[in-house]
DNA sequence: TTTT
DNA sequence: TTTT
């Protein structure tokens, strides 16, 4: 009935665009989350949490994210089920993004390449219904 | 460095309560979140999302949460990896929860046992530091 | 750059509907939230909190919403300035929800009436742009 | 029965520390947070949003907070009800922080003074009943 | 009293 | 496969 995620963490790679069959545009992104602890080796750890948007958000996601920004997530908890190879079945777990910010200014790109800022502190935010999975 | 979800939706079963090596409680259940629409064939469909409590969060969640009821759950999305019997590597995705809260009265109790109400509505929520993991 | 609420309590009245100069559909409603706490004397408190809804999440609230039942509101913290009769500078401070669900069952409507069921769990959720202010 | 509120904004000016009667530390500050939205004039509006915390959480906040710092609130929306001098009954709205994070990197400390780095990204979270009122 |  |  409500599921809510908030998550604030740094891309661990570049998004990966693609497309589904009937042309829906698709991001894909891992983002790492530092737990609010370190071991007691006093080391730090991480969740790595899968990201999928979709549509307009999708190509935003893809033009304005890259590895290492800081990104706020928002949106839904979601647990798909298949079954592998061995017919066994499986679970994956992935944040369907409704709302995307990054909050770190952009890398300087390579070779005083020009940089858009107007990225910066965008709101990127998108129905429900835009959503198709 | 932030990572808060917020759930609401019905346990799917009992709340399994279990002891650490070390004696600490932990309860484990699972809630069933409904998405936020219908297929296109008219199902409704669930997101089924583990969840673990610990210590005395763990011993409210397990007196107080039956199958079917009704709760909020807050927390946060954790991210395990281990390592199957095949050597492969494996996800585990859960929710650790800091704050629990049952939104519905509790099922009227077999044959005449008395009902403790107290628990409706009540604020049950832990500090970080007492969660071990 | 990042604004939201999530609050559950209970309507204090029925909502009110009113329609701004250009049409546009407008519910207003409070919300009692119990706070965390009892105080010394052991009295719970409550925070009182105004929500306002826009165009169909508006009319729905008003459909929905009658005093004592028990809501989720999910939106934005508005703080709205205004200089009164007396020339003095005033804030107003009001939710203005995305996102409005009703936890309980309504109410046993009066006198045999017919009860809708269908808004239990009904999810009422509206793009930002459906919000005029 | 639930209260969360979660911001990202900019701090409007330094945090105020004070002591109450008793001794608790309390800190006052305001966060200014962009609406999602520009008006038909094609301009930016904000929230200008009352923060308080408590304790040890007011004592960093206090530390590393400056104004126009980034920074994340955590926390729940509270109306304060009072009689003015003129008798008439005022409400005031504020946060009360339970977790802050500062999401930029501190501003240069002038003339060469030393920086401390160790904030980025601190997670200063407390415990419900850390907060006195 | 308002931040970038 | 993991980010700062």
């Known amino acids: 009935m409500f599921n809510r995620i908030i998550l604030i963490g740094r891309l661990t790679r570049d998004p990966e665009l693609r497309y589904t069959q009937n042309g829906t545009t698709v991001a894909t992104m891992t983002v790492a989350v530092n737990r609010p602890y370190t071991t007691k080796e006093g080391e730090k750890e991480a969740d790595f949490i899968d990201v999928i948007a979709w549509n307009k958000l999708a ?9 290492g920004r800081l990104a706020l997530v928002e949106g839904r908890l979601q647990i798909r ?13 992935e944040v369907v993004a409704n709302n995307v910010r990054f909050l770190d200014k952009p890398k300087q790109a390579e070779s005083g390449e020009e940089i858009d800022w107007s990225d910066f502190g965008t709101e990127i935010e998108v ?6 999975f």
């Open 127 to 132: 129905d429900e219904e835009d959503i198709p």
């Open 81 to 93: 089920s298949y079954t592998d190879k061995e017919e066994k079945k499986r679970k994956v777990a």
């Open 59 to 67: 190509e935003i996601v893809n033009e304005y994210g890259q590895k």
